[in-house]
Structure formats: C-alpha cells, structure tokens
C-alpha cells in the first residue's frame, strides 16, 4: 500500500475592501484568486521529503508534480486536506486542463482526531504537541507569504522547511493515531493477504477474544506492533444467526 503525506500552502485572494469587519466582498472587487504557491510529499517510512514551489519549478511543473503523485498514491493522508489541500490541488488540475488523477484512498486526520479524541485544541500544532510528536515551525506570520509573493530567496528557503517539517509531523501523527483511524484502508487488501492488521499489515496478530455481529460471531485479533482490533472475515463454526422468524 503506497500511502503519501501531503501538505499544501496557499496565497491570499487580494480584493479591494473599505472595511475590516464583517464586509461582503463582490467579485468586481477581487483583483486576484488564492492559488497553490508549494507543496510538501513524503510516501511513508522514505526519509526523503519532495518539495516543489512556483518560485523553485513554475506554476505547471509544481501541479504536475503533484498530480503524478495523487496518481500513484493508494492512501493520501493529510490534516484537513479534504476541506483544503484536496479541492485546491483539484482546482489547480482543472485550470491546467488536466483530467482527474487515479483513484486514491484519502485519510483526514483532522476527522479522526476529532471523532475519536477531546483535545483543548484541533490544531495540527497543539495535537503533535500534546503527544511529544514535535512541533510546527514557526513562520513569523503573514510576513513570510508576503516576501515569498514578492519572490525573496531567504523567505522561500523558510517556507520550505516550514511546508516540509508540516509533512513529516503529520506522518509521525498518522503513525501514532493508525489504529483509532475509522475505516482505514485495509492493508491486507493491497498485500493480497487476510491474516495480517487492517491498518499497518503486520503480521504480528494475537487471538483476543469474539467479536459478535448481527452476522455471527467472529474470531477477534490484536495487532502486536499498532494495536488496532480487527476481526476474521469468517463465521466461527456453530455460531449462528439468531432473531425472529
């Protein structure tokens, strides 16, 4: 299974305005649209992590660069990519003419800290904290978007690392959170295998109990290396159906 960690960064959308609260902002007032400025990509377990930028390789090279990516990628994991990082890259595709990239699984990990978890805190920055995964880099703020637009080398070389270090917390995220993760892809799908975890693929499986379904029953496992809960995919012999007739 070919899992990619992403991470995009954006400009502004630039507009002329006469206030600063609570102001409705006409199209005939945009003077220009937020784009993908960069992006971040790490395939799971490589220590490499891929960068391109407008400023490093153009506008066309960076969004093929990042379609051929999604294209090859089973999983793609992010941290609200679904909401963001996915429609910006999709945007960015249709204005450059190019068709959809293959079909990919995609794990938000926003979703999943959200829906298993109570931290004070959603943010990226405050979740790998909290559980001594590192920290964001700092950026100083809209300062550094503003140089970059500018086309300063030295603010470029700091969101590069920032857009960089973005994908490697979000990767050690994903390691930690993989077994609380709601219907991840299976692994065993991929490895053409049944007898392994559902989650990371290990074969390190210990019987643990029955899982009861309104199916029947089922032989339940532990995986030794993530900790995820599975079960068989086969009825246990002589447990049966049960309910009116």
């Not at 400023?55 to 294209?71: F, N, Q």
Request: glycine content about 8%; proline content about 4%; some cysteine.
């Amino acid at each position: 299974m070919k899992i990619l960690t992403l991470d995009i960064e954006t400009s502004p959308n630039l507009a002329h305005v006469w206030g600063l609260w609570n102001e409705n902002i006409p199209l005939a007032r945009l003077l220009e649209s937020g784009e993908v400025i960069c992006f971040a990509a790490k395939w799971h377990d490589q220590k490499k992590v891929l960068f391109y930028s407008v400023h490093h390789h153009g506008k066309e090279e960076m969004v093929r660069a990042a379609h051929e990516l999604l294209s090859e990628a089973d999983v793609v994991v992010h941290y609200n990519g679904d909401k963001f990082d996915l429609p910006h890259l999709n945007r960015e595709f249709l204005e450059l003419g190019l068709e959809p990239p293959a079909p990919y699984a995609s794990v938000d990990l926003l979703k999943a800290v959200k829906r298993k978890f109570r931290f004070p805190s959603n943010k990226l920055d405050y979740v790998v904290q909290k559980l001594q995964l590192g920290a964001k880099v700092s950026t100083g703020g809209y300062e550094l978007w503003l140089a970059c637009m500018n086309g300063s080398d030295s603010a470029w070389t700091k969101m590069r690392k920032y857009n960089k270090h973005d994908v490697v917390v979000t990767e050690a995220l994903y390691n930690r959170v993989l077994p609380w993760i709601p219907a991840h892809p299976s692994a065993g799908l991929y490895m053409d295998m049944s007898d392994v975890c559902p989650a990371c693929g290990s074969g390190s499986l210990r019987l643990e109990g029955r899982a009861y379904t309104s199916m029947g029953v089922f032989q339940r496992y532990q995986c030794f290396d993530c900790g995820k809960w599975s079960r068989g995919n086969k009825r246990l012999e002589g447990s049966n159906v049960r309910g009116l007739a």
